[in-house]
C-alpha cells in the first residue's frame, strides 16, 4: 500500500537522509519546513531518488497556521499516512540564562508545536486505521544536565507527550516509535567540543526505519545510547546534582 | 557559521593539515559563509596529496551539500550540488537509463572534486576526461555567485575545469549523462606477459572500458607484465551487493613489505587463468574495484603513502620502460600499479589528461619513497610528459615547471578571479602554481 510520510524539520540532515531512504521505497514526501528553497532542493533529490511524489510544505512550529494545510494535503493522499518530526531548537545554554524568555520558543519548537500538529493529524490515522508517528527525541530528555537542561525539558515533555499518543493510536491500529538519539554529526552539533561516539545522519535514519518496521516503542540509537542513559539515570541525586557531564 | 579546528589529509594521508573547516549544510549558508569568509572547498578528500588541504587556514567541507537538483528523463541532463559522489550519481540513474560518462577509480570521489581535477576513466580513450560532459557549473567568488557554462565565461570555464578549486568555490554543476543500457558490465581479463605486450594489446583494444593492472615488482623478462580488463555496459539486473567491509584499524609496516607485495602480486596475476576470462558484474565493481573495502588506506600503517601517477607521449615508451625498471628494483612499489592508453581528450588549461600512456603507481610512505617519486617525476618531465595534481604530494615546483604548457594563461585567469588568493591550497603553494612558470 502507498506510504506517504509527512517530515517536519526536513532541512535537518537527520530528516534529510530519512527522506532519501524513504524515496527509494517509492513513497510520497511532504517535507515541511521553513527554508522552502532547501526544502525544494531535498524534494528534486528525492524525485530523482524514486519518491512517487515529493513536495516541500512551509512548516513553523511556532505558527499553528501552518498546520492544517499540510494536514489537508497529505489526507487527499489514498493509503498509510505517517509523520516523522525532526523539529527543536536548542539555543546556547548561556544565551538562555541571559534572555529566560526564549524559553518559551524552545520549549515550542520540540515539544508543544510538534504536540498540536500529531494532535491535529490523530484522528486521521485512527480513521485510515493504520500510520506511523515516529517522534525525535533526544537523550538531553532523560536527565537534566546543567549544560542543556531547557531543551532536555521540552524533549523529555514530547517524550511523555509520545508515550501517551502511542497508548491512544495503538488501539486504533497507528503506531508510535520515540527516537531517542545520542550525539549525531549535524550542524547543531559541528565544531562543539567533547563530542564523542557521533553517529552519522543515515546510520540513525537506518536505525529509525528499522524501528519503524518492527514496530519498537522506543529506541535509543545507536543503540548503545541506551546503556549509556541507563547508568547516567541511576546516578544518586546527590551526586549528580554535583556533575556536569 | 561554525568552525570545527580539525587536522585532516588527502587520502593518502602522508601529508596532513590542520585549521578551521566549516560544513554548510545548505546551499544558502554556503552563500552567506563564502560571502563572509573566501576559504577553498574539499570534498570527500579522495585526491592522495595536499591538493585538498589548506594548513593553518580555513576551508569547505562539501560533503553535506550532496543533493540532485534538477533531472531531465528526455535529454539526461543533470545538476547537482557539488559534493554529491559521483558513484551515488551511477547508482541513482543507471538503472534508469541514464550514466556519467566518466566515473574515475572511486565512486567516492565528489563531482565538485572530479571538475576540480578534470577526471579520467578507463574510457579516457573514447569519452574523453570528465569535464567535457559538464554543461554549466555555479561558482562561488566571495560575495558574488557566478554560473557560467563553455560559451558565457571561455577563459573562466578553461581555468575552472581541473583548475584545482582555484577559480572559487564549485556550489553546483550541470553535467550531461549518457545513455546506458543497464547497470552490469562484460568484463573481460586476460594475463599480459609483458609492457610490449600490453602496448599492443592497448593498440588491438576495442572496447569502451580498457584498463591495465601492473605487477609493479615484476623485473627482467616479466617487466610490465599485468592483466588486461576490458569493459563493455550492458543489460541484466544488478543484485546490488550488501557486504562492504572495512580495514578496521593501521596495518603493521611488515603488512606491504615487498616479500609480502611480491607474493601477492604474483597470486593475484594468477587469479585470471591463463586463457582469460569473462564475466558479467555490476558496473560499480570494475568501476571502483577498492570502494568494497572501507578505509582501504589503513593498509598503509600510520605514516600513509604517496601515489605517483604521470603521463608521456606515445612515442616515450622506452621511458616508460625506465620507469618500471625503476620501480621494480626499488623493493617499494605497492600491488597497486595501473597502466591505461589515453586520448587527447581534456577539458580545462590544468587538465592531466593528454595523448600517451598513463602509468600510476602506490607508494608506502616510507624512506626512500620520495626519493623516487622525485626520480620518477624528472623522468616524465624529460619525456615531454607531466604527473597529476590529484595524485602528486612530493614535487617541487622547478620539477613541473614546462609539464602544463597552458599554465601561464591560467594562472593570468586565476589571479583575475582570485586576486586575494584565497583559494590557494597547500598543492598550489607548494608548487607555486599560480607563480605561473609554465612557459620555463
Same mark, same amino acid.
Given at each position: ?13 537527520? @530528516?534529510?537522509?530519512? /527522506?532519501?531512504? %524513504? !524515496?527509494?521505497?517509492? =513513497? #510520497? ?5 521553513? $527554508?522552502?528553497? *532547501?526544502? @525544494?532542493?531535498?524534494? /528534486?533529490?528525492? %524525485? !530523482?531518488?524514486?519518491? =512517487? #511524489? ?5 512548516? $513553523?512550529?511556532? *505558527? ?182 | ?440
Amino acid at each position: 500500500m502507498q506510504q506517504s510520510w509527512i517530515i517536519l524539520g526536513a532541512t535537518s540532515s537527520m @530528516a534529510r537522509a530519512m /527522506a532519501r531512504r %524513504l !524515496a527509494k521505497e517509492g =513513497a #510520497t514526501l511532504f517535507l515541511c519546513g521553513r $527554508d522552502m528553497d *532547501d526544502l @525544494a532542493a531535498t524534494a /528534486a533529490d528525492c %524525485l !530523482a531518488r524514486g519518491a =512517487a #511524489t515529493a513536495e516541500a510544505l512551509p512548516f $513553523d512550529a511556532r *505558527d499553528t497556521n501552518t498546520f492544517a494545510e499540510i494536514i489537508e494535503r497529505a489526507t487527499t493522499e489514498e493509503g498509510v499516512i505517517n509523520c516523522a518530526v525532526f523539529v527543536g531548537s536548542m539555543p546556547e545554554q548561556s544565551d538562555i540564562d541571559a534572555t529566560p524568555a526564549l524559553i518559551a520558543g524552545v520549549v515550542t519548537d520540540s515539544h508543544t508545536g510538534p504536540a498540536t500538529f500529531l494532535h491535529m493529524l490523530a484522528p486521521h490515522i485512527e480513521a485510515r486505521g493504520q500510520g506511523t508517528v515516529v517522534g525525535v527525541g533526544s537523550v538531553a530528555g532523560d536527565r537534566g544536565r546543567i549544560g542543556n537542561y531547557v531543551y532536555g525539558s521540552a524533549k523529555a515533555g514530547f517524550a511523555t507527550y509520545l508515550s501517551g499518543l502511542r497508548n491512544r493510536l495503538t488501539r486504533a491500529g497507528g503506531h508510535v516509535v520515540t527516537v531517542k538519539p545520542g550525539f549525531v554529526d549535524t550542524a547543531m552539533t559541528w565544531g562543539i567540543e567533547g563530542m564523542f561516539l557521533v553517529a552519522s545522519p543515515d546510520a540513525v535514519a537506518g536505525d529509525i526505519l528499522t524501528a519503524v518496521a518492527k514496530k519498537k516503542n522506543v529506541i535509543y540509537t545507536p543503540f548503545f545510547w541506551r546503556y549509556i542513559m541507563l547508568i547516567i539515570r541511576h546516578i544518586p541525586e546527590f551526586i549528580f546534582k554535583k556533575m556536569s557531564i | 557559521m561554525a568552525w570545527n579546528k580539525l587536522t585532516y589529509t588527502g587520502w593518502g594521508r602522508a601529508r596532513v593539515a590542520s585549521g578551521l573547516v566549516a560544513r554548510p549544510e545548505r546551499r544558502s549558508t554556503l552563500s552567506r559563509d563564502l560571502a563572509e569568509t573566501r576559504a577553498p572547498a574539499f570534498g570527500m578528500r579522495r585526491s592522495y596529496g595536499d591538493v585538498a588541504l589548506n594548513d593553518e587556514g580555513r576551508a569547505y567541507d562539501m560533503t553535506r551539500l550532496d543533493r540532485v537538483i534538477a533531472f531531465d528523463p528526455a535529454t539526461g541532463g543533470v545538476e547537482v550540488e557539488a559534493g554529491m559522489p559521483i558513484g551515488d550519481l551511477g547508482r541513482a540513474f543507471a538503472n534508469k537509463g541514464w550514466i556519467p560518462p566518466v566515473m574515475p577509480g572511486t565512486g567516492f570521489a565528489t563531482v565538485g572534486g572530479c571538475i576540480a581535477n578534470d577526471v579520467h576513466g578507463k574510457n579516457h580513450h573514447v569519452m574523453g576526461s570528465f569535464g567535457q560532459h559538464v554543461t554549466a557549473i555555479t561558482l562561488i567568488q566571495g560575495a558574488k555567485t557566478r554560473k557560467i557554462t563553455p560559451k558565457s565565461a571561455p577563459d573562466l570555464w578553461q581555468a575552472t575545469v581541473g583548475g584545482l578549486g582555484q577559480t572559487g568555490v564549485i556550489a553546483s554543476a550541470k553535467l550531461q549523462l549518457m545513455p546506458c543500457k543497464g547497470d552490469m558490465m562484460v568484463l573481460t581479463e586476460r594475463r599480459i606477459d609483458g609492457l610490449d605486450a600490453f602496448l599492443v594489446a592497448f593498440d588491438e583494444s576495442r572496447t569502451d572500458y580498457t584498463v591495465g593492472w601492473m605487477d609493479a615488482t615484476a623485473t627482467g623478462a616479466r617487466l610490465g607484465r599485468g592483466i588486461l580488463e576490458e569493459g563493455e555496459i550492458t543489460s541484466g539486473i544488478n543484485k546490488s551487493r550488501d557486504a562492504v567491509k572495512s580495514v578496521p584499524f593501521n596495518a603493521p609496516s611488515w603488512a606491504l613489505s615487498a616479500p609480502v607485495v611480491r607474493v601477492f602480486n604474483e597470486l593475484y596475476f594468477r587469479r585470471v587463468p591463463a586463457k582469460g576470462r569473462t564475466s558479467v558484474k555490476p558496473i560499480t565493481e570494475p568501476f571502483f574495484p577498492l570502494d568494497a573495502i572501507h578505509n582501504w588506506n589503513r593498509l598503509y600503517g600510520k605514516r600513509g603513502f604517496h601515489q605517483f601517477q604521470c603521463v608521456v607521449p606515445m612515442d616515450q615508451v622506452e621511458v616508460l620502460r625506465m620507469m618500471l625498471t625503476r620501480i621494480g628494483t626499488s623493493g617499494l612499489a605497492s600491488p597497486l600499479a595501473v597502466l591505461k592508453k589515453m586520448g587527447t581528450g581534456r577539458g580545462g588549461y590544468m587538465s592531466f589528461p593528454m595523448e600517451g600512456y598513463t602509468l600510476a603507481v602506490d607508494f608506502p610512505n616510507r624512506d626512500g619513497a620520495e626519493e623516487v617519486i622525485s626520480e620518477l617525476t624528472d623522468m616524465a618531465h624529460d619525456a615531454g610528459g607531466r604527473i597529476y595534481f590529484a595524485k602528486d604530494s612530493v614535487a617541487s615546483a622547478a620539477q613541473i615547471a614546462g609539464m602544463y604548457p597552458d599554465q601561464d594563461t591560467w594562472a593570468k585567469a586565476v589571479a583575475k578571479a582570485d586576486p586575494e588568493r584565497t583559494f590557494e591550497t597547500d598543492l598550489v603553494r607548494r608548487l607555486g602554481l599560480r607563480d605561473g612558470t609554465g612557459a620555463a
